[in-house]
């Protein structure tokens, strides 16, 4: 098994802690997994990408040519990184800043309002939990169980009193990934 | 002339002010509200009131001014970390007629390039810096700057700078003050309008020195780093001038312009 | 009368212009620009002195001040 | 077995270093190691030990030469720029026979270049430590728990030949979270070596820390003393780690992040039908040139993969001599090959034959 | 032709330059390259030049930075420790592709070593300029002619490549004296490059000298058009001589000083009945590996022998491939070889077969 | 008790003055006449007489007292041209039980070592630093120094020092005493019985500063070099008492053992 | 009466002592020690006033100073 | 004709100087010619020694192993430096501080009392000169002509009035030495 996941979005949206929490749940679960972030060198208002990835065994390349998966958290972030995945693989993407229309009809595109569904959950800081519960839903390596798990170990305990939301935003993009699984493929 | 009074002619207005002829469009990269943008205005506006933005070459230091390069509409070279006053020299001493300014961070000019800024004032060589102290190293995320505050809290200093650890603060103005090649010195900050202004006054003097010849000129500008104070732009002015100009106070130290006149 | 033009695209939200705004016209907006950030615009432009100030505090150059050339003439 | 941390690469270099017993830090911020000198000045201190954040890189690795001098454990961190700045000073220790860990964290260059990940400093690494006939020992890890493991050993190491050791990263390796077994933290050991300075106390015989040999055939007896070490390192320090098909048609070499790029491309050649074998050499300089000269006789090409335009293929060549065409995949300036363009490249490489 | 005048190799290193048109020399004092300083800051006022006494090797490098940014023809010169500390101005030279031309007078090392002659900083001269993959275009002169000559000649090739140029000696060469043909003094250029900046003037584009490239692709073509420099470089610019036997049975590599005491050497083993030949590599990068390598398919052995112990024998090897035995002899740490010692050697190397 | 009344027994007589214990026999390599020979004597008397000859480590830095390694009967480091402050602080962080002094010429410390020396003074490193000024690279052969004075004659600077070329002498006392972390500097020379001793004095305070830690200490010595000079060591003596001492005149600028007592 | 040993083998000859000497009782030989310097001797050691002025310009450390035990008794 | 020799002697002796006044006259009659010298790191004090080296062509190495020609100027200079003469070699010595009794048997040893005749001519600083008066008489690649001729070139216009002294010092030593042929041989 190795699974490969390459997560964009700008820098403040949470990519790199989606990409984390994904790595800690691999972890846990005890499979072997690396994770590795690229900055832009803006301090802020710069793009975030990472890319996981996780494995039975040795993960070998931390770095991915053409990653089987994706979640892309804005329109920018699609038109850099969409044409890289995977035939056949499968995207995640937060149509809110988004849109639904994408030029590749070779793959799998999950398509979540995740923006809508962060504010309606209570916070649209939990934007990247809602696509990573979608990611979630759409793989085996981990369950949306385990990323609560991770949640709490990364989570810095003073800011426990935020799991809720995320836990929330979890499900919610995993609903709405099960409901949206793209007829183009 | 001030620029800002150059009718910029449009059907049925006069400018005011319009963007500075010295900058270049790009968009800057500082973080929302950092003083660093505050003061390339100031230095372009100068560049463009003194109508030498042919003649003027930046230098271009690392810290988060490193794009300065980017941004001033002039030649431009980019220097080292710390080495903009020995590249300055460089320029300066083969192209004479120059205007050369070195823009740099307290981390650029008071921690690795501390020999090269007294080294160049000592020869009274003719250039200008525009000294940028946010008592922090912005680019690299945050740790200590030796113009740090005592007890600043910074990501080297997690625990708030010590005397053990890191020393006392270093006043730059206060040192290069005993050097006789400064021909203008001076500390402003740009917290407020009239700081701004005082500011742009001190820097728009420190270039006529240059073009006077009349050696070495800095401008220091106390200065904000919201992101690695982890403040917002209005608490870190408020912080700027509770905390640190009692450290650095605002001052003309050395002025031979004056004498000039 | 002043025009007080806020370039949108280039405003980061800093909220210093508004804060030093004597005649208290500036204000973030709701929206996002591309950048994301909530930039300043102008809500009652005619109280606008062309006193500056706002100039004068954006770190972002985003704000340009005209004056109508009637008046400009009178004035100079 | 104690338990898996996901942890950063930096975050496991210091702890690696602070867990093997290294108690003093000196060093200058610079990207992508940030994180080191960060750690440093959070947990040193809680171990009794000492941070000191240096006016510059060139003071860093004098207040190293101090530290060491001492008999102390200590390092330094930096990447690309701020490690050429240390030339001179890695030359002082090597010539004073004074141990010490240096980590570089390379970035794209040359000059101020860029944050991204990078081998380009190899020749810097493995040639370099300034002027001088003098080298680092240099070791190449290629996962976040081989740099808390080596830096660690690194310690050992270096108090072992007396001369600097450096551990040769990238910005990918610094930045990158991989779960990492930690040991406990060992205490540093107390007594000074008889070497160090700190005092001639009780009688003992001053000692002195210098590189300074007017007497030239004396000079040449410590350079001569110094390359014994070096020999002897190569007999007893080289490191290498294998993957992959045990009848190759293309032996695949690199190190560090390259090493794992190479391990999925291996795989993937292999499974493509071009049976494929990595060799990667975790210590540098020494070379394991012999097992690679043994390796060439019975492949039909070498591809070389190196984040550099052709620096680590001169040792592989170096250790080839002719026996075999050595080819070089490379990249610079902050780019990386995929594991897909080198699948490609020793694909092709194989069927041209 | 001209009269020859005795002069010293530092006297004609600093003659050459402002002959050639240098008009700028921004240096630190050094043992065994002081009266390069001197000089300087005696004659370059007389032709309208000037002399900067920088505040250290740091600061020289970085105004030399500063100089060729406005397209000056500019120089230092130092000797190892102060090289060391140059890599990273030089890096930056290399990443921004300004020329200049750096005069390094090798002694003894590592560290402070001694004021002997040496040839260990070979390493640091070809493979260096600090971090990332440029590195300095190398030449050797082995006379005060020859120092003279291409210490002018570098400034017009560090303007074609646009990048550092480095003369390569030793603490020999810089206080020998011998017999020199001196030119003319040339008037430097008066033109600014295109590049160069001093002002964007009469509505020129404004000029940006930098090497900082946030993207990475950018930073990779910049890398990658420096390496095609380098390739440009080895068509033209490799240069050697060779003297002694046409049918030998040694060939004999050595390069600046040692290659005199080679060329005795060479004479007496082919008198005493081995016929010997001496490769000089005059460019050291680029470096004439197609001769070495076309020779090396025609000798019995190659005998390398430097100040220095196996350096420049990886770039002698890299060009044999293993095509025949290369054996070194290698003085270290400001010792030299003696012509009777190497006559020996090739005596004993001829006999053994 | 002074060193120089410890008898040293013989049979009939009691010793006023014998060779300093924390000097070796080697004889020391200076010219005749030079100063360095004076200093060193110096230092090893108060060594001698705090009784620290055990727990003294010398920092030899690069200048012709680059053997001081050789002459001080103490543990020695010799350390890169200008970085002796640096090695002093990696010395004194990891051992601060040893007392650590950097003996530094003119071009070792105010040239090329002028930003390790202003930080480890800033950082209030509690280290001592013994200061030849002599106006000169003497080592490298007279080449100017950063103290080299207005219109002196060196070998680069063939015409004398101008403005031009070499900027201002710098007054390094005068800049160190704008920092905090100074708890002993003075100015001192050595040009008659009564300067030496006074010299003598200041040194000892220095070390006494160290030994309470107190933090950073510097005492100045302006000093000769007959050689590079070109002078008789009497001469260059005359020299130095009129032409130096105005421009490097003698003080204590900052003494916090007074405040200790 | 005090004695004054010079180590002539360290002296180099710089006239220092005998430059400071209030005494005026120091002489550089005419002999070359074997460095080649001309070194310093005392000439009449009687007028010693046991000063140490010598002692204290002598940048070679070669002089050292006696006093006779019997005086030195008397002093303490 | 390669002409190889070694000169050695205290700093300040004018050691250096009497090696390039040589080479000097080597240039001067077309000849080539390397000279280098090697100091001791003390300024003053120290010991000096050079090689010089002439040749009808190429220098070729100007570093000797085995000098056939010596010229030394003390006895620290005999004890270092008079082994490495090569068999059947000559080296001329300054008797004056170096004695008359030497080791080997199987070189031309000529000693000439040069500091006597040096002081005797009116200088003792011209004790390179009678030296290389001495050297000069018993070789043949330059006269003392030409070596006159060097100095002129050698020693500035303003250190002229010193010329008398070391031409009669030169010539001096040119005779001692054809008195002087030692019978060791
Ligand atoms: C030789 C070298 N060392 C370290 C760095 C890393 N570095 C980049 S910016 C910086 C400090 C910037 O701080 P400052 O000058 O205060 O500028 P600011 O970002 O605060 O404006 C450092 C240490 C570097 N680029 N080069
Ligand atoms: C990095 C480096 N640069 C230059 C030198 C050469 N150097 C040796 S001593 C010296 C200057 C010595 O002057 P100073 O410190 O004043 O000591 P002095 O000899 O006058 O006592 C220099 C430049 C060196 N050894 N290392
Ligand atoms: S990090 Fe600090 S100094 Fe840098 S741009 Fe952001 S706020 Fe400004
Ligand atoms: S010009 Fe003055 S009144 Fe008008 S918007 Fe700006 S700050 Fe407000
Ligand atoms: S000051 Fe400038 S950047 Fe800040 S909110 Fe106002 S317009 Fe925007
Ligand atoms: S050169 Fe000058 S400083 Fe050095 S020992 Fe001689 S007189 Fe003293
Ligand atoms: S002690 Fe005084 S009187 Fe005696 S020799 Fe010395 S200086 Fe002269
Ligand atoms: S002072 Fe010392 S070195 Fe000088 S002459 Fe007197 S004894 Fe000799
Ligand atoms: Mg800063
Ligand atoms: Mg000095």
């Not at chain 1, 426990?160 to 183009?184: C, D, E, W, Y």
């Not at chain 4, 009794?48 to 008999?71: F, H, P, R």
């Not at chain 4, 794992?260 to 050649?269: E, G, K, L, S, W």
Request: with cysteine; charged share 20%.
């Amino acid at each position: 098994m190795r699974e490969e996941v390459y997560m964009a979005g700008m820098g403040g949206q949470g990519v790199l802690l989606a990409g984390q929490i994904l790595a800690q749940a691999a972890m846990m679960v005890g499979l072997e997994v690396s994770y590795f972030p690229l900055y832009s060198p803006e301090v802020r208002g710069g793009r975030a990408t990472c890319t996981v990835v996780i494995a039975n065994d040795q993960v070998g390349s931390p770095v991915v040519g053409h990653p089987a998966m994706m979640i892309l958290m804005d329109k920018i972030a699609v038109n850099n990184h969409l044409d890289r995945l995977r035939p056949d693989g499968l995207v995640v993407v937060n149509s809110s800043l988004a849109g639904e229309e994408f030029d590749r009809d070779d793959i799998t595109t999950i398509t979540i309002p995740a923006n809508d569904i962060a504010i309606d959950v209570g916070s649209e800081r939990a934007v990247n939990m809602v696509l990573l519960g979608g990611y979630v839903a759409m793989t085996e390596s981990v369950s949306l169980a385990d990323i609560e798990q991770a949640l709490r170990e990364v989570i810095p305990e003073r800011h426990h009193s935020f799991m809720p939301v995320n836990i929330a935003a979890l499900h919610r993009g995993a609903q709405a990934a099960m409901k949206a699984i793209s007829p183009t493929r | 002339m001030s620029r800002a009074t150059v009718p910029d002619s449009t059907d049925d207005t006069t400018a005011v002010y319009t963007y500075p002829d010295s900058l270049t469009e790009v968009p800057m990269r500082y973080c929302p509200g950092c003083t660093h943008g505050i003061a390339h205005r100031l230095v372009a506006e100068v560049i463009d009131e003194l109508g030498i933005q042919e003649r003027t070459v930046v230098i271009a230091t690392v810290g988060c001014s490193v794009y300065a390069y980017e941004y001033f509409n002039t030649d431009a070279v980019q220097a080292a970390h710390g080495r903009g006053p020995a590249v300055a020299t460089g320029i300066k001493r083969t192209q004479p007629d120059t205007l050369v300014f070195t823009y740099q961070g307290d981390g650029d000019l008071a921690s690795i390039g501390l020999a090269e800024v007294m080294h160049a004032a000592a020869r009274a060589e003719n250039f200008t810096v525009i000294f940028i102290n946010n008592a922090v190293f912005g680019m690299t995320q945050g740790q200590m700057a030796p113009t740090t505050l005592m007890g600043q809290k910074t990501t080297t200093t997690p625990r708030g700078r010590t005397l053990q650890q890191g020393g006392h603060p270093l006043n730059i103005c206060e040192l290069l003050a005993t050097i006789p090649g400064v021909a203008y010195l001076a500390r402003e900050t740009m917290t407020a309008p009239k700081y701004v202004l005082r500011a742009k006054r001190s820097i728009k003097k420190a270039f006529q020195a240059q073009m006077d010849e009349l050696g070495f000129s800095l401008v220091e500008l106390v200065s904000t780093c919201p992101t690695w104070w982890r403040m917002k732009p209005l608490e870190a002015f408020k912080w700027l001038e509770d905390e640190m100009l009692s450290q650095y106070p605002l001052q003309v130290f050395v002025d031979k312009t004056e004498q000039n006149d | 009368m002043f025009k007080v033009i806020i370039d949108a695209s280039r405003c980061k939200g800093c909220g210093l212009c508004v804060h030093f705004c004597p005649q208290d016209i500036i204000e973030l907006s709701d929206e996002l620009n591309e950048a994301g950030y909530h930039p300043a615009h102008i809500i009652s432009e005619e109280e606008c002195t062309g006193c500056k100030m706002c100039v004068l505090m954006c770190p972002d150059v985003c704000i340009d001040i005209y004056k109508e050339i009637a008046e400009a003439a009178v004035n100079d | 077995m104690t338990k898996r941390k996901l942890i950063g690469g930096n975050e496991a270099t210091a702890e690696g270093a602070i867990a093997a017993g290294c108690r003093y830090f000196f060093g200058y911020p610079i990207t992508p190691q940030n994180k080191i000198p960060e750690y440093m000045s959070e947990h040193l201190p809680l171990v009794g030990g000492t941070y000191v954040q240096a006016e510059s890189e060139v003071a860093a690795i004098n207040m190293l030469y101090g530290a060491a001098a001492t008999g102390a454990w200590a390092m330094t961190s930096s990447s690309s720029p701020g490690i050429s700045l240390m030339q001179e000073g890695l030359s002082y220790m090597i010539g004073s026979e004074l141990p010490c860990v240096v980590v570089n964290m390379v970035r794209g260059g040359p000059g101020l270049g860029n944050i991204g990940p990078a081998q380009s400093d190899y020749w810097l690494a493995t040639r370099g430590a300034g002027h001088g006939d003098g080298r680092c020992l240099t070791f190449a890890p290629y996962s976040v728990q081989e740099l808390y493991d080596l830096t660690g050993e690194a310690f050992t190491i270096a108090q072992r030949y007396r001369n600097p050791v450096m551990i040769l990263a990238d910005a990918i390796l610094a930045n990158m979270k991989e779960p990492c077994r930690l040991h406990e933290r060992r205490d540093h050991p107390t007594q000074q070596p008889q070497w160090a300075v700190g005092g001639a106390r009780d009688g003992r015989p001053r000692n002195i820390i210098n590189s300074l040999y007017v007497d030239l055939p004396e000079e040449e007896q410590v350079n001569l003393r110094i390359a014994r070490r070096y020999a002897e390192a190569a007999q007893n320090e080289v490191r290498l780690a294998e993957y992959g098909a045990d009848k190759p048609q293309i032996l695949l070499c690199a190190y560090g992040i390259a090493a794992r790029i190479c391990q999925t491309a291996a795989q993937r050649a292999t499974q493509a039908g071009v049976p494929t074998r990595l060799l990667r050499p975790i210590s540098l300089f020494p070379f394991p040139a012999q097992t690679i000269r043994r390796w060439a006789d019975c492949v039909e090409k070498i591809l070389v993969v190196e984040l550099s335009l052709g620096q680590f293929i001169e040792d592989v060549r170096l250790a080839v001599e002719g026996r075999c065409p050595v080819e070089l995949m490379g990249r610079t300036g902050g780019m990386v090959m995929t594991p897909e363009e080198v699948t490609d490249r020793i694909v092709q490489m194989g069927q041209s034959d």
